[in-house]
C-alpha cells in the first residue's frame, strides 16, 4: 500500500472510531468503502451509528454512514443520516497522530527521531531515560510518559499555573515532564498517556 493509500485508511478509520454515530441504506460497494468501514467499525465496537469519510488529498473520495440515531430506539426507528449531527466525542489523538504522520510524509519529522532530537532546547535538561526515546515510541503509548488520566493523580500538577498562549503552554508541559523521571522505563510496557500526546502536538508546533 503506498504512503496515500495508508494515510486514506488512517483518515478513514480514525473518522469512522472518532464520530462514532450515523446510518445509512446503501449496500456497501466494496470493503475499503466508507460505509464498509463504518459497519466494520460499527459491529467491531457495538455502537448504534458510525460514520467514516475518506479522503485524498484534501477531497473527499467516499462517505458513509450506517446504524441507528439511539442505542434505545426500536428496531423500526429511523436510520441516522450523514446530515445528522454526531458527537465526536475524544478524537484528539487521532488528529494528533494523523498532524504528525503528515509532517512525516512530507519529511518534517520522521518516526525515529529522538525526542533529544524532536526538542533540541530540552535536549540537555531532559531526562536521559526519554532522549532516545522515537516519536514513533512516543504516539504508541510505549514512551514511559506518565498517564494524566487520573484529575487525583500526582502529576497533574505540571498542568498548573501554565500560561500565555497556548503553543507555549505545551512547550512549557512537555519541558515539565520531559525534565523528570518517567513512569514507567520507555519502551517495557504499553501506559495509555494523554501528556505523551500533548507531547507530540508540542513536536508537530
Known amino acids: 500500500m503506498t504512503a496515500n493509500g495508508r494515510l ?10 472518532a464520530l462514532g454515530a450515523s446510518a445509512s441504506a446503501q449496500p456497501a460497494p466494496g470493503p475499503d468503502s466508507a460505509p464498509a468501514i463504518a459497519d466494520a467499525a460499527r459491529t467491531k465496537h457495538a455502537q448504534p451509528a458510525v460514520a467514516a ?31 445528522d449531527p454526531m458527537h465526536i466525542g475524544s478524537c484528539t489523538k487521532a488528529i494528533t497522530a494523523l498532524m504528525v504522520a503528515t509532517l512525516v510524509e512530507d519529511g518534517t519529522l520522521w518516526w525515529d527521531m529522538t525526542l533529544a532530537q524532536a526538542l ?10 526519554y532522549r532516545e526515546v522515537t516519536l514513533a515510541r512516543l504516539l504508541r503509548h510505549r514512551a514511559g510518559v506518565p498517564p494524566f ?4 493523580a500526582p502529576e497533574n500538577a505540571k498542568t498548573r499555573g501554565l500560561s500565555g498562549p497556548p503553543r ?3 512547550a512549557e508541559f512537555a519541558r515539565r515532564v520531559l525534565t523528570e523521571a518517567p513512569a514507567e522505563p520507555p519502551g517495557t510496557r504499553f501506559v495509555y ?12 508546533e
Open 8 to 17: 486514506r485508511r488512517v483518515l478513514s478509520v480514525a473518522s469512522a472510531l
Open 53 to 83: 469519510v475518506v479522503f485524498n488529498e484534501g477531497a473527499t473520495i467516499d462517505e458513509g454512514a450506517l446504524g441507528v440515531r439511539s442505542i434505545l430506539a426500536p428496531a423500526d426507528a429511523p436510520t441516522v443520516t450523514l446530515d
Open 120 to 129: 533540541p532546547d530540552l535536549a540537555q535538561s531532559m531526562h536521559a531515560d
Open 149 to 152: 488520566t487520573d484529575a487525583n
Open 168 to 170: 507555549e503552554q505545551r
Open 193 to 204: 498517556s494523554n501528556g505523551g500526546y500533548g507531547i507530540a502536538a508540542a513536536i508537530a
